[in-house]
T-cell receptor, first 117, second 113 residues
Framework: GAGVSQSPRYKVAKRGQDVALRCDPISGHVSLFWYQQALGQGPEFLTYFQNEAQLDKSGLPSDRFFAERPEGSVSTLKIQRTQQEDSAVYLC???????????????FGPGTRLTVT | AQSVAQPEDQVNVAEGNPLTVKCTYSVSGNPYLFWYVQYPNRGLQFLLKYITGDNLVKGSYGFEAEFNKSQTSFHLKKPSALVSDSALYFCAVEGIRGGKLIFGQGTELSVKP
């Protein structure tokens, strides 16, 4: 069906506000990844889910960042008390692989551009 | 730690000429290498990957990449560039723990008519 979708596409938050970013992966895709892409940089890994299990959260920059995927499909990335350095594009990707092997290409959503003022 | 480097921030090519976008890698073990392309306001699109086998990998839109173990390189190539190839290109390697991708800084390709 459709590709990976993300919402909202653009989000402006005042410093200190909480935000929630949504990712709808390709139907049936087992693995889901979140990446952060700062302006002029390559994407950087944040966290990874296999179904509903969060298997790797080593890239989350602080405890203000929290991700969940409670039913193994849609995922939400939440950022509490946003700071200016959180301004970036947040990309979600999914893959059919259940073993998290990168030999299966990741399909990326269009991203959510977060601007913290 | 796994890493990739893209030494050129920007590559300029005339339409119809061959193009090369460079990537070098540093990994422990056998590398899984990828190229992705990013158009403005759109997500990354997969171009090609090297897992094992032939050093020359063919991908989408006429792109190919050559894996060179001795030079630890994985350069992206296309024999004849199109204006529509103008975009941001990212080289990536699989992380040690599997699955996640570690990206280079990106190279902006500009193809002029």
């Amino acid at each position: 069906g459709a590709g990976v979708s993300q919402s909202p596409r653009y989000k402006v938050a005042k410093r200190g506000q909480d935000v929630a970013l949504r990712c709808d992966p390709i139907s049936g895709h087992v693995s889901l990844f979140w990446y952060q892409q700062a302006l002029g940089q390559g994407p950087e890994f944040l966290t990874y889910f296999q179904n509903e299990a969060q298997l790797d959260k080593s890239g989350l920059p602080s405890d203000r960042f929290f991700a969940e995927r409670p039913e193994g499909s849609v995922s939400t990335l939440k950022i509490q008390r946003t700071q200016q350095e959180d301004s970036a594009v947040y990309l979600c990707a999914s893959t059919a692989s259940g073993t998290a092997l990168a030999s299966y290409e990741q399909y990326f959503g269009p991203g959510t551009r977060l601007t913290v003022t | 730690a796994q890493s990739v480097a893209q030494p050129e921030d920007q590559v300029n090519v005339a339409e119809g000429n061959p193009l090369t976008v460079k990537c070098t890698y540093s990994v422990s073990g056998n590398p899984y290498l990828f190229w992705y392309v990013q158009y403005p306001n759109r997500g990354l699109q997969f171009l090609l990957k090297y897992i094992t086998g032939d050093n020359l990998v063919k991908g989408s839109y006429g792109f190919e990449a050559e894996f060179n173990k001795s030079q630890t390189s994985f350069h992206l190539k296309k024999p004849s560039a199109l204006v529509s190839d103008s975009a941001l290109y990212f080289c990536a390697v699989e992380g040690i723990r599997g699955g996640k991708l570690i990206f280079g800084q990106g190279t902006e390709l500009s193809v002029k008519p």
